[in-house]
């Protein structure tokens, strides 16, 4: 057993359910001039058999993931843009009501829930420890550290600006494998009546869905009620509510506070029940999630062969992080998949990880409308097909792989 085959938050044993072979780091765009030194890890998946946290079997060094590049920007979506300013209007309302709130989030991205925060006159501050995000978010006149949040972070801040009100942390904590370090950070930090507000993918989400591609290097966790209540206890907090989001995927809003501090909401209960009731936890029910991957990959390469056999054009659309899963695991390259088009300027030019398809700008979509475009963005599907209504009136076709391989 390697050191990293204990969990990283009980060190209990781990035991593998899923492997995806070697896989790159997700958001490793390379040069086509230059792919000799890419970064491979063995991506495999586990379960801890004390406290059931679903976690990755091995750790990516953490200097190799949020650098100053890190391309990802929250707000470029505006659906995003919406959820994290409806958050940000709900807290102003019911949390940070008292004299001289304070607010404190992890990996505050671009700023997108701060800035409603800021915009209220509520201290604040964001912890980045990207170096490009954090600007943005400081040129909107947001306060941001540029760090990593760990426990020496937490006391620092306490310091100098007292106890947090609220710690927020949208699709932050499920990348952190410290999390340890975090979540005491959060216990020294947070004020006796305050509130850590986290949201991030869920796995019961996931195995319902067999939505596999959110399983990359970035997403160390995979978070339940039952793990995440269990991680809390170990360092006196209690989980005291949950929702359930429709972003990404399929989220869930988790809300701690001081153990005891808070009643547990009916909530808490009844989604711990309906994970009991799917068995979620128990091995036979992981082992039919990793068939149902294979089966996905299984016909997605057959779909794409015939299509190419058949003389048709097929682009991907959203070269998005969780596509470096898809497209390595199924072995889909260039000549499946000819390019692919994506937003983000700091990727068009490059290959995509491992797989090294093209990236292109979005306009490239319509030199012509290619008869089918592979859908790596699916959680955006709603907004993205919206956007792209004369692909589908020019005959154009979409094919989606979650929760099984479909032509819309
Ligand atoms: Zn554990």
């Given amino acids: 057993m390697s050191a990293t085959s204990r969990c990283r938050v009980c060190a209990g044993s781990l035991a593998e359910f899923f492997d995806f072979g070697r896989q790159p780091l997700s958001d490793a765009f390379v040069r086509p001039d230059d792919f000799a030194d890419e970064f491979f890890v063995r991506l495999a998946v586990g379960i801890c058999e004390s406290c059931t946290m679903v976690q990755l079997m091995e750790e990516i060094p953490r200097d190799r993931m949020f650098h100053e590049d890190y391309p990802y920007v929250s707000s470029g979506s505006a659906v995003m843009r919406a959820h994290f300013e409806k958050l940000a209007r709900r807290l102003l309302a019911t949390e940070l009501t008292g004299e001289d709130p304070f607010v404190v989030e992890l990996g505050c991205n671009d700023g997108v829930m701060l800035k409603a925060i800021a915009d209220a006159g509520v201290r604040h501050l964001g912890v980045e420890p ?52 975090i979540l005491r950070g959060v ?9 850590f507000v ?17 399983i990359y290097d970035e997403h160390f966790y995979f978070f339940t009620v039952r793990a995440v ?39 808490v209960a009844e989604l711990l029940a309906d994970e009991n009731k799917r068995n979620l936890a128990a091995m036979p029910t992981l082992k039919g999630f990793a068939r149902n991957v294979e089966r996905i990959r299984d016909d997605l390469v057959a779909l794409l062969r015939d299509l190419r056999d058949d003389g048709k054009r097929v682009v991907g659309y959203g070269a998005t992080a969780k596509s470096a899963t898809v497209t390595n695991y199924c072995g889909i390259g260039p000549e499946l998949v000819p390019f692919v088009c994506d937003t983000t300027v700091a990727k068009q030019g490059k290959l995509t990880p491992g797989s090294h398809i093209p990236v292109r700008e979005p306009s490239a979509f319509a030199e012509p409308y290619p008869d089918y475009a592979l859908l790596f963005a699916w959680n955006h599907a709603e907004e993205i097909m919206a956007k792209e209504r004369a692909f589908r009136e020019a005959g154009g076709k979409w094919i989606l792989y979650v929760p099984e391989v479909h032509v819309v």
């Fill in 187 to 195: 216990t020294a930090l947070l004020a006796p009546t305050g509130v």
């Fill in 198 to 214: 986290f949201e991030d993918p869920y796995f019961s989400e996931i195995v319902e869905r067999t939505s596999f591609d959110q």
């Fill in 130 to 181: 990207s170096g490009g995000v954090a600007e943005m978010a400081h040129a909107k006149g947001i306060r941001v550290r540029k760090d990593f949040f760990e426990e020496t972070t937490a006391r620092d801040i306490l310091a100098t600006d007292g106890r947090a009100d609220v710690i927020y942390a949208a699709n932050t904590l499920c990348h952190i494998p410290y999390i340890e370090s």
């Fill in 229 to 267: 209540q269990a991680m809390a206890a170990r360092f006196d907090l209690e989980l005291v509510d949950v929702e359930r989001l429709p972003v990404h995927g399929g989220e869930v809003r988790y809300t701690l506070a001081h153990a005891g501090a808070r009643t547990p909401t009916a909530a």
